[in-house]
T-cell receptor, first 113, second 116 residues
Framework: KAGVTQTPRYLIKTRGQQVTLSCSPISGHRSVSWYQQTPGQGLQFLFEYFSETQRNKGNFPGRFSGRQFSNSRSEMNVSTLELGDSALYLC????????????FGPGTRLTVL | AQSVAQPEDQVNVAEGNPLTVKCTYSVSGNPYLFWYVQYPNRGLQFLLKYITGDNLVKGSYGFEAEFNKSQTSFHLKKPSALVSDSALYFCAVRDPNSGGYQKVTFGIGTKLQVIP
């Protein structure tokens, strides 16, 4: 069974631009979560989607948004990029929420210049 | 609100020695607890979890963790460290009593360095 895939793997953008990241979960997984990973902050929860609905949201500004499609694939969008948005963005999927562990993709490395 | 703390930024251990990576948590009820590992330039991988039952949980690569409710801890352990265990380790908690769909909170991570 294929793992979680994320595209693109690397992105370089300039301040003020916007970016869209994509995540394809493991087949059959309906829950997709997004995290921002930085050296000083660890993993910060962005949001979680289940059956195309956002179920949870972390403490990030409204510039960060996401959505989930009927096939469980998910996208996250960051508008008006800031230097501080440079990070590794990780997507994770699980069968359902609760007791299930999450399976992580390799991440998208975003660099904002 | 739920939280998890990993008090050590880095743990150094000699190859062959036992290792412990510490984790403490705070939730309102009985927690679901997880350990993940991140090898250099790779995504996070699931190691083990505690949901209910036996306080000692065994996971991948010879790792185990002990759930201690009175000390609100879930320390990761391995009897004999390998150089290949060198990686970044994350503890995570989910509070099943928080209602609805509950998010997972991760610790800041502990870098494990196994010295040959």
């Amino acid at each position: 069974k294929a793992g979680v895939t994320q595209t693109p793997r690397y992105l370089i953008k300039t301040r003020g631009q916007q970016v869209t990241l994509s995540c394809s979960p493991i087949s059959g997984h309906r829950s997709v979560s997004w995290y921002q990973q930085t050296p000083g902050q660890g993993l910060q929860f962005l949001f979680e989607y289940f059956s195309e609905t956002q179920r949870n949201k972390g403490n990030f500004p409204g510039r960060f948004s996401g959505r989930q499609f009927s096939n469980s694939r998910s996208e996250m969008n960051v508008s008006t990029l800031e230097l501080g948005d440079s990070a590794l963005y990780l997507c994770a999927s699980s069968l359902v929420q609760g007791v299930d562990e999450q399976f992580f993709g390799p991440g998208t490395r975003l660099t904002v210049l | 609100a739920q939280s998890v703390a990993q008090p050590e930024d880095q743990v150094n251990v000699a190859e062959g020695n036992p290792l412990t990576v510490k984790c403490t948590y705070s939730v309102s009820g009985n927690p679901y607890l997880f350990w993940y590992v991140q090898y250099p330039n790779r995504g996070l991988q699931f190691l083990l979890k505690y949901i209910t039952g036996d306080n000692l949980v065994k996971g991948s690569y010879g790792f185990e963790a002990e759930f201690n409710k009175s000390q609100t801890s879930f320390h990761l352990k391995k009897p004999s460290a390998l150089v290949s265990d060198s990686a970044l380790y994350f503890c995570a908690v989910r509070d099943p009593n928080s209602g609805g769909y509950q998010k997972v909170t991760f610790g800041i991570g502990t870098k494990l360095q196994v010295i040959p």
